[in-house]
């Protein structure tokens, strides 16, 4: 059974009071304080827009009300579509989806425990195995190929996804240009430019620098992609006692402030532009103040941020699922587990991140894409929760079995049992005997044999006709 989209919220770490002092905060920081702005053209349309600027420091402070307002015209869902319609997915309220991640520059490969730099090959596969787990809903580009220019980066990790996966692809961008080539590839697939627009194939990501930053290069990538109508996520990565307050409440400030800041931008250019509030917040080892991935803080973090996001009725990228181990070890799996589970039960509507990361979003792994979709698993059949109704509290049928007797072969057991209880792939729930007929394997062993037989079923998932136009009038592809 397929499990996505289904409500959370009932884990809520801040109360009422806790988000409305944020909020409150926030917009002093966004009008008191505001924010360096590095692109000229962005800086002008703040200006335009009616904030104050002043062009020596590249300030830029807004009113609250004019905060609110441009808060306010952005669209409280945003749809992203597969390129088969059972993969679309709606963001927004309290509904819960799980991706990928990135971009990761290694591999890890178990059998040897070490790491290789990622390529455009890894990338292709991770997008046929995330294709066939059904636990995974959205496929963010999760790996960067190292073998490739950087001109060529944009249009490539796209294409490697549109080719290998029918799930939505999301990803970062870092040129205009690949942007551009990018979007006229999603045209192709999607039929036109403005089927596109209606049904977006494709996201962007344009990050923000904490605390409250804009940089001339991502400024100017989130005015081209709100101009072209395109999904956009603004997210931000805030870390506790290096680049914000060390308490989690002030993190939160720094957090909101900045992905705001990207949904403003975005309101100016095109109202009603489809934008994702985002977040990458998470803490930092004390020791050293560098980051972590796997904390319960970044739980926490962005468990809250889910919150923040419903305050603004704004749809929302979390992070979680990721661990700081260097290995598929304990500390792999509990970590993915509790950050998944936490922003998944706060009703995150985008767990990015969730599956084949490890080693501080450094490295992914074949492997762990396979464990994760089985954790995901679980953590949206918690999400689930119990339902409570005449026919699931069977009390005709308790009354009928009486004391002592037992429900194994009862009509009521058949009906619910495929629904009712989350039925693992991967995981052994057989008796030790069992498990050592069947070889004594490893949970990872197993994972790198379902995610080979996965990868190698299907190649490509685009039409011949249209992976042919795409090669033949887009450059830089590398087939």
């Known amino acids: 059974m397929i499990r996505k989209g289904l409500a959370g919220g009932s884990y809520r770490?801040?109360?009422?009071?806790?988000?409305?002092?944020?909020?409150?905060?926030?917009?002093?920081?966004?009008?008191?304080?505001?924010?360096?702005?590095?692109?000229?053209?962005?800086?002008?349309?703040?200006?335009?827009?009616?904030?104050?600027?002043?062009?020596?420091?590249?300030?830029?402070?807004?009113?609250?009300?004019?905060?609110?307002?441009?808060?306010?015209?952005?669209?409280?869902?945003?749809?992203?579509?597969?390129?088969?319609?059972?993969?679309?997915?709606?963001?927004?309220?309290?509904?819960?989806?799980?991706?990928?991640?990135g971009t990761a520059l290694y591999i890890y490969e178990p059998t040897t425990k070490q790491k290789r730099l990622a390529t455009l090959q890894d990338l292709k596969r991770i997008a046929r195995l995330v294709n066939r787990l059904d636990n995974i809903h959205l496929f963010m580009l999760p790996t960067y190929p190292n073998e490739l220019p950087i001109e060529q980066v944009d249009v490539n990790r796209f294409f490697a996804g549109l080719d290998n996966t029918t799930k939505h692809i999301m990803g970062g961008v870092y040129t205009?240009?690949?942007?551009?080539?990018?979007?006229?590839?999603?045209?192709?697939?999607?039929?036109?430019?403005?089927?596109?627009?209606?049904?977006?194939?494709?996201?962007?990501?344009?990050?923000?620098?904490?605390?409250?930053?804009?940089?001339?290069?991502?400024?100017?990538?989130?005015?081209?992609?709100?101009?072209?109508?395109?999904?956009?996520?603004?997210?931000?990565?805030?870390?506790?006692?290096?680049?914000?307050?060390?308490?989690?409440?002030?993190?939160?400030?720094?957090?909101?402030?900045?992905?705001?800041?990207?949904?403003?931008?975005?309101?100016?250019?095109?109202?009603?532009?489809?934008?994702?509030?985002?977040?990458?917040?998470?803490?930092?080892?004390?020791?050293?103040?560098?980051?972590?991935?796997?904390?319960?803080?970044?739980?926490?973090?962005n468990a809250a941020g889910a919150q923040m996001a419903q305050f603004y009725h704004l749809p929302f990228y979390a992070t979680g699922g990721m661990t700081d181990s260097k290995v598929l070890d304990a500390q792999s799996g509990y970590e993915s587990a509790i950050t998944s589970l936490l922003c998944a039960l706060a009703g995150a509507n985008f767990i990015h991140d969730a599956a084949g990361m490890m080693e501080f979003a450094m490295t992914a792994c074949y492997e762990k894409f396979v464990i994760d979709s089985e954790i995901l698993g679980m953590v949206m059949r918690a999400v689930a929760g119990i339902r409570v109704s005449d026919d699931t509290l069977a009390f005709d049928l308790i009354k009928e079995v009486g004391p002592g007797g037992n429900f194994v072969a009862a009509r009521h057991t058949r009906r619910f049992m495929r629904r009712e209880h989350y039925r693992p792939n991967l995981s052994d729930q057989n008796s030790r005997e069992e498990w050592e007929a069947k070889g004594g394997k490893a949970i990872w062993q197993k994972a790198g044999e379902k995610a080979k037989r996965l990868i190698a079923e299907r190649k490509y998932q685009l039409p011949a006709e249209v992976r042919e136009q795409i090669l033949s009038e887009i450059s830089g592809i590398v087939d």
Request: net charge negative; with cysteine; charged share 25%.
């Open 13 to 101: 770490p801040l109360t009422e009071d806790s988000i409305i002092k944020i909020d409150r905060t926030v917009m002093r920081v966004i009008e008191e304080v505001g924010f360096e702005v590095n692109s000229e053209t962005a800086l002008n349309l703040f200006e335009q827009a009616g904030a104050r600027v002043d062009r020596e420091e590249r300030r830029v402070r807004l009113p609250q009300a004019k905060a609110r307002k441009l808060i306010g015209i952005a669209p409280p869902e945003v749809r992203l579509c597969g390129q088969e319609e059972k993969n679309d997915i709606y963001l927004g309220g309290n509904r819960v989806y799980t991706g990928t991640g």
């Open 176 to 301: 205009l240009d690949g942007i551009k080539q990018v979007l006229r590839m999603a045209e192709m697939v999607a039929g036109s430019a403005e089927k596109l627009e209606e049904r977006p194939l494709v996201s962007m990501i344009a990050c923000s620098i904490s605390p409250l930053k804009m940089d001339a290069n991502y400024g100017d990538l989130v005015i081209e992609i709100a101009q072209r109508g395109i999904p956009l996520v603004c997210p931000a990565e805030p870390l506790c006692g290096a680049t914000s307050p060390v308490t989690l409440a002030g993190n939160l400030v720094i957090q909101t402030a900045d992905s705001l800041m990207g949904v403003m931008l975005t309101q100016i250019v095109k109202p009603g532009t489809p934008v994702i509030f985002g977040s990458v917040a998470t803490n930092t080892n004390l020791s050293d103040f560098k980051y972590l991935a796997g904390s319960v803080e970044m739980g926490l973090l």
